[in-house]
């Protein structure tokens, strides 16, 4: 993409945390044990491969700090703002700089549903909760069997088909 200028990134970086805030909140599935399915990935997905890792993970993390405060569900944590946080880093850190592909978006899934949203998410439920991490892991494991797949279709379909199509921002001519 063209350099753009620092209003024109913070813009489109704003737009797209607003989406990310709306999709996760408004347009998810909830199930039991705090599970949640939705397409919250693809904003910041779409801000990792045009921006880099620390714009993803900083727009994930003050995306869900915004979530949490428009659309509170329980407690804040801050444990899952870092989680939003290293979700967007490892996003850019496979995704920005090279072409999008499924082979890539299957591993920075596989990466962020495994080790982040199995793994880490269920820590944070059970110092929060203080659930059993057993009785958590059924849900939790299924929403990974479904997450995956998801986001390694989505990605590459929602950059390569919809986004790369869209025409290049440009200044406005004075």
């Not at 989680?83 to 496979?94: D, R, S």
């Not at 944070?124 to 797949?149: E, T």
């Amino acid at each position: 993409m063209e350099r753009q200028s620092r209003t024109t990134r913070l813009v489109t970086i704003a737009l797209l945390i607003t989406m990310e805030v709306i999709l996760t909140r408004l347009c998810s599935l909830f199930m039991p044990t705090a599970v949640r399915i939705g397409f919250g990935f693809l904003p910041v997905a779409m801000v990792a491969i045009l921006y880099g890792p620390i714009w993803a993970g900083a727009a994930y993390a003050i995306g869900d700090i915004i979530g949490m405060l428009l659309f509170p569900v329980g407690k804040f944590f801050p444990g899952f703002t870092l989680t939003a946080f290293l979700t967007g880093i490892v996003y850019g850190l496979v995704l920005y700089g090279h072409p999008v592909t499924h082979k890539r978006a299957l591993l920075a899934s596989a990466i962020v549903v495994l080790c982040f949203n199995l793994v880490l998410d269920t820590y944070w439920l059970y110092l929060l909760y203080d659930q059993a991490v057993v009785a958590m892991l059924p849900l939790r494991v299924l929403k990974c069997v479904i997450a995956i797949p998801l986001q390694t279709f989505l990605i590459p379909l929602v950059w390569n088909r919809c986004i790369t199509k869209l025409p290049p921002i440009r200044p406005a001519v004075k």
